[in-house]
């Protein structure tokens, strides 16, 4: 028999997921920032093709996206609709994992409902497209509440999920992944030295081995090598983060880290006070709730230090309806009054940040002035529909940009030579049905790959250059602009043996064959 409880359930959870795809679907046809938006559509392309991360390009942000991403291609097709649903279905996943938190921290469903539906208008719509930080971002916080809903469930089998949230979230983007790990180390140490919690935790830890030799496994069955992924995905980002945390963190900035971010920080004042008072009543080893805010509260921190360092637009925003939510729960009012004053002071400050961010497409260097001006990105190729095509590069004459790259596509189209093709359009080559034969995954000097005077230079150099020997390449493609390098041929071949010729507006052509 159905419970109307569980009746409520099931619409609310049906509602959740229309909306959640339903908004994303929509904003993830609006606008594009070419570097961002299409680098993971392009790998997960060369994924169906037999080309693997690591191994056949350079990169430093996870394979987990551009492994899904080829499974829906396989399964929908090559298209941009399945590209978008791609960061629907995440989106969608989100909302149910904050409907359920709440409603397991005593939330009322009909309360849990609106903060699950406002968190799913703001969190991936601002990007629309699958995008490393926003499904790292994702993944770490579903991490978070899963972690806390164990803590207070206890006998669960939900613990066995975060072995598989983490290598999901490390394989998606290393920050804030490392930074949520820790947290959570931390306060699960704290509550296995007060619950001994022991035969669990050998089951958590047999299942961490077992991901990890699945993953050695991966890399033997497809070749690749250990060192390659530790140059890339470890090292080199290590030392990108250093000066990151160096020259975008500190020096300690009040305006950047609380003045920007204060709906954050505001949404957990009720946590901070709860906080303080099991800190002063000497309670905080003996409640749970220490963890639970503990967790909660250092996991803002580590969201906004993520933001800082990135060097992308504001994103987790739409962190403010779960941590809204989570300490709506633990306030336990019963005057509808002040229920409703929380609820409807979160709801405006999410539609805020709706309207400046999701709806100008901020995250996409737009404005709603600009995205009038859009027009039918299938006048460049049906597999691009139904995008609407508009760009920071061209935001007055998007159709001037359109032609110019329909001509460039010709030309390579009747190449017949090898080539490589260097460009942040990273959808040429999938209209054309050919491989690009990229070194690297995307184009961003310093922030992507090593600079001259770097200490790793030197290896991805000769990996640049293995590729394009592998390739037998001839002549390298560059379509600009490219937003993060204006001299990748230049700095690989420094000795000048290539020839290059301005062959459009957009596109140089470098004939290399005298460099090998």
Known sequence: MITNSLKFNIIYLILIIVISITVNQYFGNIGIFPIDSFFPFNASYEILNGLYPFKDYWTITGPFIDVIQAILFKIFGVNWTAYVLHASIMNSILGLVVYFSLINFELPKNYSLIYSLLVVTLAYPSAGTPYVDHHATILSIISILVFIVSIKKIKTNLWYFLPVLFFCSFFTKQSPTAYIFLIIGIFYTIFFLKNFFFKKTIFLLLETLIIIFLIFLIFNLYEIRFIDFYNQ????????????????????????????????????????????????????????????????????????????????????????????????????????????????????????????????????????????????????????????????????????????????????????????????????????????????????????????????????????????????????????????????????????????????????????????
Request: aromatic content about 18%.
């Open 233 to 516: 995905y470890i090292d080199y980002p290590l030392s990108i983060g250093e000066n990151r945390f160096e020259n975008f963190l500190f020096p300690f900035d009040y305006k950047r880290i609380f003045l920007k971010h204060k709906w954050l920080h505001i949404s957990l004042i009720p946590l901070y006070v709860q906080l303080f008072n099991l800190i002063i009543k000497k309670e905080f080893f003996s409640d749970n709730r220490f963890i639970y805010f503990g967790s909660l509260i250092l996991s803002s921190y580590a969201f906004i230090s993520h933001q800082l360092m990135t060097i992308n637009g504001n994103f987790i925003f739409f962190l403010i309806p779960i941590y809204a939510g989570i300490s709506h729960s633990f306030l336990k009012i019963k005057n509808l009054k002040q229920d409703s004053l929380i609820i409807i002071l979160t709801i405006l400050v999410s539609f805020y940040y709706f309207n400046k961010y999701i709806v100008s497409r901020n995250f996409m260097d737009l404005t709603k002035n600009d995205i009038k001006l859009k027009v039918e990105a299938s006048l460049i190729d049906q597999k691009l529909y139904p995008l609407k095509w508009i760009t920071f590069n061209n935001k007055t004459n998007p159709m001037e940009e359109i032609e110019n790259l329909k001509e460039v596509i010709e030309i390579i189209k009747n190449e017949k030579l090898n080539k490589s093709i260097i460009t942040d359009y990273q959808f040429i080559s999938v209209i054309l049905g050919i491989n690009d034969n990229s070194p690297s995954k995307y184009w961003y000097h310093y922030h992507v790959y090593p600079t001259k005077n770097h200490r790793l230079f030197d290896y991805y150099k000769e990996f640049f250059l293995e590729k394009l020997k592998k390739k037998n390449i001839k002549k390298i493609y560059v379509i600009k602009p490219l937003v993060g390098d204006r001299k990748v041929v230049e700095t690989i071949f420094q000795d000048g043996c290539f020839s290059k010729q301005k062959k459009t507006e957009i596109l140089d052509i470098y004939d290399i064959r005298k460099c090998f």
